[in-house]
């Protein structure tokens, strides 16, 4: 949403920054572009980042917008906020041994081990399972085990279509164990402990649990704006979370109304 705002900006004339906080452009779409059959979403990165140089676009990367830089350098500025949206994770559920998100994983940031428990099986959820089987379920010793626990009827149910259909029978080929209708209770240092149909069952062998539940968007950026008193948009995840079209859609409205 912000490479779009700003590129759209800038073709309207406008002197432009685009501040981002890591080292590299394109947010979750570049966790989006790891698992299996995701990688050309690294080209449509590559092609916003390659338009914002040819317009001119000012681009600070490891730049963190703080409030000393909004009163000062960007007091005069419109502020578009493309910041993005967070996992979700359940406090509740972090008291087990090892815990992370699938972001944490995507990012290279955290290393689950052997047997893994994924809560969670929209998509993100289930690419990550992928992610993490085995390419083939040959029953090697050293082989991840991963068990995907999800709540509904079935897994990845707002998606449709081949991709969908193509991965849920990759992850089952894979040996992926898709539990649906289970919902996460309670657990401890060393067990996991869900409900499904009516009854409670426990996973007491899992050393990692993996969040998939979604994001949300993060308050802190609207107050801190709020706090600054300059004129802002909130664009994107960080205002509703939804796709990269949603996204893209949102930069180039916001910038039109510059």
């Not at 590299?24 to 990165?45: C, F, H, N, T, Y």
């Not at 676009?57 to 949206?85: H, P, W």
């Amino acid at each position: 949403a912000g490479m779009e705002a700003a590129f759209a900006a800038k073709k309207r004339g406008h002197h432009v920054v685009l501040c981002e906080k890591e080292d590299s452009l394109g947010g979750l779409m570049r966790l989006a572009s790891v698992p299996i059959a995701k990688q050309d979403l690294v080209r449509v990165i590559q092609y916003m980042a390659y338009k914002l140089e040819q317009a001119g676009v000012e681009v600070r990367l490891n730049c963190t917008v703080t409030k000393e830089l909004l009163m000062q350098e960007f007091s005069d500025y419109q502020v578009i906020a493309g910041t993005g949206a967070s996992s979700i994770v359940i406090p509740e559920l972090t008291k087990f041994k090892q815990w992370m998100t699938a972001d944490d994983i995507l990012a290279g940031k955290a290393f689950p081990g052997r047997k893994v428990v994924v809560v969670g099986g929209g998509s993100v959820g289930c690419e990550t399972a992928d992610y993490l089987a085995p390419l083939v379920n040959d029953k090697f010793p050293r082989n991840r085990e991963i068990i995907v626990l999800e709540m509904a009827d079935g897994v990845m149910l707002q998606e449709s279509g081949p991709g969908r259909s193509l991965l849920v029978q990759r992850m089952q080929k894979k040996g992926v164990e898709l539990i649906c209708k289970a919902k996460v209770e309670r657990v401890d240092s060393d067990h996991i402990y869900y409900q499904k149909d009516g009854k409670e069952c426990c996973i007491s062998d899992a050393d990692t649990l993996v969040f998939a539940l979604g994001y949300q968007s993060d308050s802190q950026i609207e107050s801190l704006l709020k706090e600054c008193n300059v004129c802002y948009q909130i664009i994107g995840d960080a205002k509703k979370v939804g796709n990269i079209k949603d996204a893209v859609t949102a930069g180039y409205l916001a910038a039109k109304e510059i």
